[in-house]
């Protein structure tokens, strides 16, 4: 695999929201709650309509083997389970929820101390999954059994305009390190490097100022993407995972900033995961900004509250490099939605694909070493087990070659419907 001699360097159009405080979100009047915002299996309601819940409260039930518990972002009547959009364009099932304003809360019971077994019983309870946006359930994640020596915390942030994490380390260091003390005793790690890039000066001084016995930060060249798991642990420890491999194979277990500040509110203030800090950004935002938003909150809310321009060329939930375009402001926020952002045509060039010249740029620009034009060409052929012998399977979803082709070819979406299909038919 080429340990990232590759990647992109896209203007990184941070400057619109990383100076702005993280504020606060007023609660919508309804929230209509995902029950899948993790990989795995949707969680099963444990409410009816008509019953009223309270902020806090526990709504959906992880379901058996990888799943995450849901849980109540604001007090109110339940109205139902009810289908409703999600930022693929599929219907899923959601819990809507009607705000009475009560604001009326539980949280979950805290203790001084903890054993690693009751840290991963908190962190699986509060329904606490990877918010850099795979969302993976944590306490699975973090239960290695003693195979990890280090916990890497993923502060690179190297999407373009997300500022979200970067702000968190800013104004919730203190938080962050004891979220970072308990994260490394549920999964059993001596040491933590922090990785965050160079180009988050404040961040980087703040969190060193604050790092303690056994954590360090590390200072990462400013590359996209420094943030993506392999790249981000050779990086920051000079371990290579194999591959197909998963971190705990080099010795590490990998946590995004915002889900390390999770598990502290989650062990230190008995609050479950039903609100995230999100970025709204782009030259189509009026006001970009950093906030706390409920899980369930419809995007058109946050695009009124920050001034937003519904006809933007372009609406992407998550970054530009590997987000999900938007095309119903009636999709609502989830555990793993870090931005929301309103691109003009300036910011996005429409694309229309001509031949490939095969200048190479594809396999150059591959953090993964792959031939992405060979992948497309084999997919195009539905010769899958060529795909395969190219490495389609080792995609990370990053974008870096479509970013650089010239001919402007949806390289990406080539390479990982490839990658699909090869999981799917099991090639
Ligand atoms: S999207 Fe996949 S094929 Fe394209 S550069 Fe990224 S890892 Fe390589
Ligand atoms: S970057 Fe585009 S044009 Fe160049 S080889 Fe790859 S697919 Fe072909």
Not at 32 to 58: F, N, T, Y
Not at 73 to 91: F, L, M, R
Not at 243 to 256: D, M, Q, S, T, Y
Not at 269 to 294: D, F, I, Q
Request: aromatic share 6%.
């Amino acid at each position: 695999m080429a340990i990232f001699g590759s990647g992109v360097h896209p203007k990184d159009c941070k400057s619109l929201s990383s100076g702005v405080p993280i504020g606060r979100m007023a609660d919508p009047q309804k929230v209509w709650v995902p029950l899948s915002q993790h990989i795995g299996k949707p969680a099963i309601p444990v409410v009816s309509a008509g019953e009223r819940v309270l902020r806090g409260q526990l709504i959906a039930k992880k379901a058996e083997g990888i799943s995450a518990n849901i849980y109540s972002p604001i007090a109110g009547t339940v109205q139902g389970v009810v289908g409703h959009i999600t930022a693929s364009g599929k219907k899923r099932d959601h819990i809507l929820i009607e705000n009475d304003f009560t604001d009326e809360g539980i949280d979950l019971p805290v203790r001084e101390e903890w054993t690693q077994e009751q840290l991963l019983a908190r962190i699986e309870e509060a329904g606490i999954v990877g918010m850099g946006g795979a969302g993976f359930p944590t306490a699975i994640k973090f239960d290695v059994k003693g195979k990890a020596d280090v916990l890497v915390v993923n502060g690179a942030e190297c999407e373009p305009y997300i500022t979200c994490d970067d702000r968190i380390m800013i104004e919730y260091g203190s938080e962050l390190m004891q979220g970072v003390r308990y994260c490394m005793q549920a999964c059993g790690a001596k040491y933590a490097v922090i990785g965050i890039e160079k180009n988050k000066p404040e961040a980087i001084s703040a969190i060193t100022a604050l790092a303690g016995k056994g954590i360090r930060v590390c200072r990462l060249r400013t590359r996209y993407p420094q943030g993506a798991e392999k790249q981000l642990v050779y990086g920051c420890t000079g371990r290579v995972i194999p591959e197909g491999k998963l971190p705990v194979e080099a010795g590490v277990v990998v946590a995004n900033v915002h889900t390390v500040l999770s598990v502290y509110r989650a062990v230190a203030l008995g609050k479950p995961c039903y609100e995230r800090v999100m970025t709204v950004s782009g030259k189509g935002v009026r006001e970009p900004a950093n906030l706390w938003v409920k899980n369930g909150t419809p995007l058109r809310e946050i695009a009124k509250l920050c001034g937003a321009d519904e006809g933007s060329a372009r609406i992407v939930c998550g970054g530009p490099m590997m987000g999900e375009a938007v095309f119903s402001l009636k999709v609502c926020t989830a555990k793993t939605t870090s931005s929301l952002l309103f691109l003009d045509a300036t910011e996005c060039e429409e694309k229309s694909a001509s031949a490939c010249i095969g200048c190479g740029k594809c396999v150059q620009a591959c953090p993964m070493g792959l031939s992405p034009t060979f992948i497309e060409e084999a997919l195009f052929r539905k010769d899958y087990a060529e795909a395969k012998r190219y490495g389609a399977s080792a995609c990370i979803g990053c974008g870096c070659c479509s970013y650089v082709c010239p001919a402007k070819r949806f390289l990406t979406q080539s390479v990982r419907l490839a990658k699909k299909i090869i999981a799917e038919r099991k090639v």
